[in-house]
């Protein structure tokens, strides 16, 4: 579903991706952990292209958005996002519209849908996230964590093929994080193809089916979680576990 080879991004003068290579199979959940600034968030917006990689493919669903033309790169990028979901940590819903008017607005803009086509995709994901009864309140009257799986109704409205988190319970209160992580866990039994970034070490053991642990800018270790959480190979791993409380 995602094919990542010789992934490498530079801002200004520092090179912040190093040589990622990286596959992900369809319906595969795979967690980034890694100490901060090594560059998870960065590869994560280079996969849905907010950042364009300065070397390196990414092919998603079996396309490249490197080759195609010039001329095309506008459409071929909201192709792309529309196939990749990213929920970030901030929740950066649109304060003036309510959350079924958050969650419509792409579907009409973007995908050209009727008011009412898609007035019904967003019910029905707002339904799947718990927050069909709010559905009529604004951000400012919905708490952090409402807010996140309003975030999250509005990236599943698309019906994307991968889901991208980024450390997407961090800015909530300890008391919301669970329910956001409970919807994000229902998602991943339902199938879902997903890569997330994560502190949650627990709920990372629990749904992934592979850590990535990423140092500086290249992946160090890739192994499935009780491989990785029992047994890390590198000390720099081995560090990292032991700083993270869990
Ligand atoms: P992580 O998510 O693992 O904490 P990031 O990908 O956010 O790491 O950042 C990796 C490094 O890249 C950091 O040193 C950060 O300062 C730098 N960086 C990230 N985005 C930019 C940017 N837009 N311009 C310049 N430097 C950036
Ligand atoms: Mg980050």
Do not use: W
Not at 10 to 29: P, S
Not at 162 to 175: G, I, N, Q, R
Not at 209 to 224: H, K, S, Y
């Amino acid at each position: 579903m995602i094919e990542i080879k010789g992934l490498f991004k530079q801002f200004n003068n520092v090179q912040v991706l190093k040589g990622i290579d990286l596959i992900v199979k369809e319906g595969e959940k795979v967690v980034i952990l890694g100490p901060s600034g090594s560059g998870k968030s960065t590869l994560l917006r280079c996969i849905n292209y907010l950042e364009t990689p300065t070397k390196g493919e990414i092919k998603i669903n079996g396309h490249s958005f490197e080759n195609g033309d010039k001329k095309n790169k506008e459409k071929h990028i909201a192709q792309l996002r529309t196939e990749v979901g990213m929920v970030f940590q901030r929740f950066n819903l649109f304060h003036h519209l309510n959350a079924v008017d958050n969650v419509m607005a792409a579907l009409v803009t973007i995908k050209g849908l009727s008011k009412p086509e898609a007035r019904s995709i967003a019910e029905a994901n707002l339904k799947k996230v718990g927050m069909l009864e709010k559905a009529k309140n604004f951000p400012s009257q919905l708490s952090g964590g409402q807010q996140q799986r309003v975030a999250i109704a509005r990236a599943l409205a698309m019906n994307p093929k991968v889901m991208l988190f980024d450390e997407s319970t961090s800015a909530l209160d300890p008391e919301l994080v669970g329910e956001v992580l409970r919807v994000i866990k229902n998602l991943a039994e339902e199938g879902m193809t997903m890569v997330m970034v994560t502190h949650e070490m627990k709920f990372a053991k629990d749904v992934a089916d592979r850590i990535v642990f990423m140092d500086n800018g290249i992946v160090i270790e890739e192994a499935p979680p009780e491989i990785f959480f029992n047994n890390p190979t590198t000390e720099r791993a081995n560090q990292f576990l032991l700083q993270e409380s869990y």
